[in-house]
């Protein structure tokens, strides 16, 4: 038999761990290309080589051509390829995750269907965000209550901070300078952090729209997983710029801004770790990065649970 044409894929154990990894890089008005196993963007101010197998996702902003081999070395190492809008408040479409295995999303898909298990994820998001204080007795209802007022009181904490004033949320996707600055750098921060959490989801194999507090969308696990962060990362950073002065775009230092607090806050490595808690109450799910990106196909069974797949099975004679 003749071997198949191309490159061959690298081992997954030879990549790096997701948790690992660079958070994002967002580029626009530029050539992606390949050379070797790493990717090279170049526009009118030069020519830069990113390493494709220690990158998390790369986000293509407008202006963006992207070339089959770059796609190809991106897809191999395991990286996620995100096509965004202008500013980087639009999401139209990702690429193939690296995950090959699919229990993590069973254990999703299994905690999302049953009420009593959708009910405890999402109570268990709520209570991550109280820590210290004695919230386990509340609904549902109750918790929604307080976490919005949670959020309105960081507001106005940040706000009497920095001096900037804040007269409440608001966000036009089709009017993005149409908000105040702290608005603007509040959506530019918030969908560079969705980027970094869509990849993530997709990285270990969940599916980004089985939402447990947010529902309806197809982002909808990412929103709820975003909604754990945004108290640390993207409030004081969407107010500290705009208390600052600007010496470009706020969409674009808002983006850098979220690059460096991200590394800083580890958020790859604890977002990893809380995806997997959340979906350990549906059952255990303690597997390393590396098995999910085994490919582990089976068939299902409802006598032994699975049976190998690529097998010729002869008729039963108990029928």
Known sequence: MN????????????????????TFLFVERCTVNRESNAISIA???????VP????????????VRITHSAVSVLSESGSTIVWVGENGVRYYAHGSPPSRSSRLLEAQARAVSDPSLRLAV????????????????????????REGARIRRLYRQHSQRTGVPWDGREYDPDNFEGGSLVNQALSAANSAVYG???????ALGCSPGLGFVHNGNYRSFVYDIADLYKADLTIPIAFDIAAGPLTEAVGSA???????????????????????????????????????????LRLWDDREGTVAAGVSYEESAEL
């Open 3 to 22: 071997a198949i044409p191309g490159a061959r894929p690298p081992d997954p154990k030879d990549l790096v761990r997701v948790r690992d990894r660079l």
């Open 122 to 145: 999402a109570r268990s998001m709520y209570l991550m965000r109280f820590s210290g204080e004695d919230v386990s007795k509340l609904s549902l209802q109750q918790l929604r209550g």
């Open 254 to 296: 808002a983006r850098k801004k979220v690059r460096d607090s991200v590394r800083e806050f580890r958020l790859l490595e604890r977002c990893v770790a809380d995806i997997k808690g959340l979906l350990s109450i549906a059952g255990p799910v303690d597997i390393d990065d590396e098995e999910l990106i085994v490919d582990d």
């Open 43 to 49: 526009d009118g101010h030069g020519i830069a080589h």
């Open 52 to 63: 494709a197998a220690a990158l998390s996702v790369l986000l293509l902003g407008p202006g």
């Open 196 to 202: 970094v959490i869509h990849a993530v989801i997709v």
